[in-house]
């Protein structure tokens, strides 16, 4: 068994969530109404953007997959759900997967930036800390739970869907562990992601990660995922839309050592 000839991740559509949450971070509270809060983050829809960004990016996919899919897999949240549906590939016949959702925020979800400093101060501060591996309180970190079941979906299509395409509509966190287990990620490379201002680090709504076994060069099919292409289908200036060989580190005895002596002992 082996994966998919052509794996497409798709980042859903602007949503009710990333509104109010880009205010926040701006300043402004105005969106986080009493209604806002006591709805679940599963429930959050598209904004007339989302649907607008969900319509284009169908267009490019069905044009780089003019024969669609072998298999359609979605998240069951509406933001997920309603992006695979603008996708409007003809006769797609979805499959919802809770294992796609998003990063569960926990006690943190659905409250203002500056509601999430004053109540978690110490969660804030391990976040900036190590991005990957915090958590927030009673919630989800991406290098725990998230990557465990990222490894889940793997072995789904390792099981079921060998030398097909497939695409996958989810969120951002998801597949950021998706990233991570198919790219072997470090943690030192996430965190310089993370903290990237360079738009091509990003992953933007109806961003599309395509993973590929064909060489791009040649057209040979490689046994393993061996290239990806970023493509931000609403704006292309946003991403790097070429493709790059996934190189999987590998570290000496040397190299492993270097890497520990970049962090000063405290104790020695």
């Known amino acids: 068994m082996g994966m998919p000839a052509d794996l497409v991740f798709v980042r859903h559509g602007e949503s009710e969530g990333n509104v109010a949450q880009s205010a926040s971070r701006k300043g402004n509270n105005a969106y986080f109404t009493e209604e806002f809060r006591k709805r679940h983050s599963s429930l959050w829809r598209l904004t007339d953007k989302g649907r607008m960004q969900a319509c284009t990016a169908g267009v490019w996919l069905r044009k780089e997959f003019s024969d669609g899919f072998f298999r359609y897999y979605t998240s069951e949240y509406l933001r997920a759900m309603e992006t695979a549906a603008l996708l409007s590939f003809p006769n797609a016949t979805w499959f919802l997967d809770i294992l796609l959702r998003e990063r569960d925020q926990g006690d943190m979800e659905a409250m203002p930036e500056d509601e999430r400093r004053v109540k978690f101060p110490d969660f804030q501060r391990l976040r900036e800390m190590d991005p990957l591996l915090w958590n927030p309180p009673s919630g989800e970190a991406v290098g ?54 360079n738009p091509f680090d990003r992953i933007h709504n109806c961003q599309v990660l395509h ?37 999987r580190p ?17 104790i020695v």
Request: charged fraction near 25%; glycine fraction near 6%; aromatic fraction near 8%.
């Open 144 to 197: 725990g739970s998230v990557l465990l079941r990222a490894d889940r979906i793997i072995a789904t299509l390792h099981r079921e869907c060998e030398g097909k395409p497939v695409v996958i509509v989810s969120h951002g966190e998801l597949m950021w562990a998706m990233r991570v287990r198919l790219e072997r990620m470090t943690l030192w490379d996430y965190r310089r992601l993370h903290e990237s201002a």
């Open 211 to 247: 993973y590929t076994r064909r060489n791009p060069g040649t057209g040979e099919l490689a046994p393993y995922l061996g290239w990806v292409r970023s493509v931000c289908t609403t704006d292309p200036s946003l991403s790097s839309n070429s493709w790059q060989e996934i190189h």
């Open 250 to 266: 590998r570290f000496t005895n040397e190299e492993l050592f270097a890497v520990a002596e970049t962090t000063k002992r405290l």
